[in-house]
């Protein structure tokens, strides 16, 4: 969706057959493409363009999950899963509960030995090159626990020394300062409020910098307030050039925050759009109009791809 | 966040930083947990205090062999109980998957914790040892508090080793708990009566390659060196033995998450 005055920014790549076009920005330095009203990160053009260079061999995908299979014995979590995650980019990783989301998310955290396929962290195979791969990720896990017995100030210097960063006293100051924990810097990790605890863990995963940030459920248990001044962070970590992926039970969020989704269930991706695109794509689904009440919304799409029934 | 690009894969942290980040921190949690480690040295100079009368003494087999089951009583109660089961509740709690999912490799973070536990036994043994052999007026050489410390760290590792294979097999920091404390006092009293001859003298010969028996006849073996002999040697070739294989068996079935 490009606004007028805006389409000869981009060039046709691809025609497809069914009428759509793949479109890239005109100019190869392009960094930064103006968005559309209501997208946010790079706009859909932008990320074709972007993976148009990847397949060209240039790095526009920071993360490249290839046929990711993850069984626990004879159960299968993740069905030969494919994502590509474009870099400045955020994406929803969605399903209900047992689809398979945190599964695949360990597996592309490197915490499970896949059955096969590979992930690719801007190049790096995380099987491979683990120690490598995980320096440029930065993972906040569902629930995050620290060695009860250490402040506030000791769980940061101890991550960012995992991460190969020093860091002096006043520095940690300043960095709790950032994220208003300056008062609760030798206190326990379980002593702080949900909201605070979330912006400690946050902080924590992206105390190195890294290139995409994986967030596990981040909003899960949070009230409106520390929800979106989590948002805010992750957006301002976007702009910074950072790629995330998040999974998430909240289908507004999603929508809200989300550049792309994909919609999991059983183990297998069975959509991968933008949420506008998804709503359009399948707004006439019958499934869709069954449950929905009124305009479409990504909720509705969602369940109408998943089912009615609670899961686990 | 950095928007630099690169195929390459990037160094990775550099390892002495990541270890010293690690011990730092575990150094901090031995810290904290003081209590315990004062605990763990309590109870074996009670043990001493209780078997000071020559009577009690000789039904052991001993002075030397007294202080060795005290060490032995002390560094085993740290290490199968209390090692095992805080990696047990850890492991419940997510610790090891917050730590796995950064750079640090995954023997680092075992590492860090096993040197910090050897540590705790080093201090236990050689406050035994000096406790000990005051009450029974034995003067040891520089040379002979030096092997204890050396045994402190074989024996140290025989019981680390099985407090590893516990967690190794045992999911549940609950299970952790009561199992490690049964085989503890299950290797104790087997230990303690079967040295005593109580039992009989078969249990008496199974009792002295138990791993607390070995243990404690290794620490009795260093106290009185003109006194070792080949089956001391051979006592020392099952304690490497016990190491190797409860080594094993903790990496083979050890598991980093609860779930």
């Known amino acids: ?118 992930v690719l962290l801007d190049g790096i195979d995380i099987r491979r090159h683990p120690a490598q791969a995980k320096a440029k990720m930065g993972v906040q896990l569902q629930a995050t626990s620290f060695q009860s017995q250490l402040t506030i100030k000791q769980i940061v210097r101890l991550y960012a020394g995992l991460y190969g960063i020093k860091l002096s006293d006043p520095e940690i100051t300043d960095s709790l300062q950032g994220i208003g924990l300056e008062g609760e810097a030798s206190k326990p990790f379980k002593q702080l409020s949900g909201g605070q605890q979330q912006r400690l863990s946050l902080y924590i995963a992206v105390v190195h910098e890294p290139a ?18 989590l948002w805010a962070r992750i957006e301002h970590l976007r702009q910074q050039g950072g790629s995330i992926l998040l999974t998430t039970h909240s289908m507004e969020e999603a929508q809200a925050v989300c550049d792309r989704v994909a919609i999991i269930d059983h183990g297998t991706v069975l959509t991968t759009e933008t949420p506008q695109d998804l709503i359009e794509k399948h707004k006439d689904d019958p499934r869709v109009r069954e449950v929905a009440h009124g305009e479409v919304t990504l909720e509705d799409v969602f369940i109408g791809l998943t089912g009615s029934e609670i899961r686990e | 966040m950095s928007s630099v690009s690169s195929s390459q894969p990037t160094a990775a942290p550099p390892l002495q930083l990541v270890l010293t980040s690690l011990l730092r921190a575990d150094f901090v949690v031995f810290l904290k947990n003081r209590r315990t480690l004062f605990m763990s040295i309590l109870l074996p100079v009670f043990l001493l205090l209780t078997t000071n009368s020559s009577k009690s003494t000789q039904h052991f087999g001993g002075a030397l062999f007294v202080i060795g089951l005290a060490i032995a009583y002390g560094i085993g109660a740290t290490s199968i109980m209390g090692y095992a089961l805080t990696v047990a509740r850890d492991r419940e709690k997510g610790v090891f998957q917050r730590l796995r999912v950064t750079p640090a490799p995954t023997w680092t973070i075992m590492a860090s914790r096993l040197g ?144």
């Not at chain 2, 099985?162 to 097999?169: D, I, K, R, S, T």
């Not at chain 2, 708990?177 to 009566?193: K, P, V, W």
Request: glycine share 12%; hydrophobic share 50%.
């Open chain 1, 1 to 118: 969706m490009i606004r007028a005055g805006q389409a000869s920014s981009y060039v046709v790549a691809e025609e497809h057959d069914d009428g759509s076009l793949l479109l890239r920005p005109n100019t190869s330095d392009q960094a930064i493409v103006e968005r559309t009203s209501g997208q946010r990160g790079p706009a859909v053009a932008e990320r074709q363009g972007l993976l148009e260079d990847q397949r060209n061999g240039r790095t526009g995908v920071i993360l490249d999950v290839r046929d990711l299979s993850v069984a626990y014995g004879s159960k299968k979590a993740v069905d030969d899963v494919r994502l590509q995650i474009i870099r400045g980019e955020i994406f929803g990783l969605l399903g209900p509960n047992g689809a398979g989301k945190t599964s695949a998310l360990s597996a592309i955290e490197g915490l499970i030995k896949p059955e096969s396929g590979t």
């Open chain 1, 212 to 229: 995409l940030l994986l967030l596990d459920e981040p909003t899960a248990g949070l009230d409106p307030q520390a929800r979106r001044q």
């Open chain 2, 116 to 259: 910090m536990q050897a540590f705790a036994n080093l201090i236990i043994a050689l406050v035994v040892v000096i406790v000990g052999c005051a009450m029974h007026h034995i003067s040891l050489s520089a040379g002979q508090y030096a092997l204890v410390l050396l045994v402190s760290i074989l024996g140290g590792a025989v019981f680390l080793s099985l407090g590893q294979a516990l967690v190794g097999l045992v999911k549940s920091a609950d299970s952790v708990n009561a199992a490690g404390r049964l085989l503890f006092i299950a290797l104790i009293l087997l230990a303690t009566f079967g040295q005593s001859g109580v039992l009989g003298s078969a249990w008496e010969s199974i009792s002295r390659w138990t791993p607390v028996g070995a243990v404690m006849t290794l620490f009795a073996g260093v106290l009185n060196l003109s006194a070792w002999d080949a089956h001391d040697s051979l006592i020392l070739l099952a304690c490497g033995g016990y190491i190797v294989v409860f080594t094993a068996i903790g990496i083979r079935w050890f598991q980093w998450d609860a779930r």
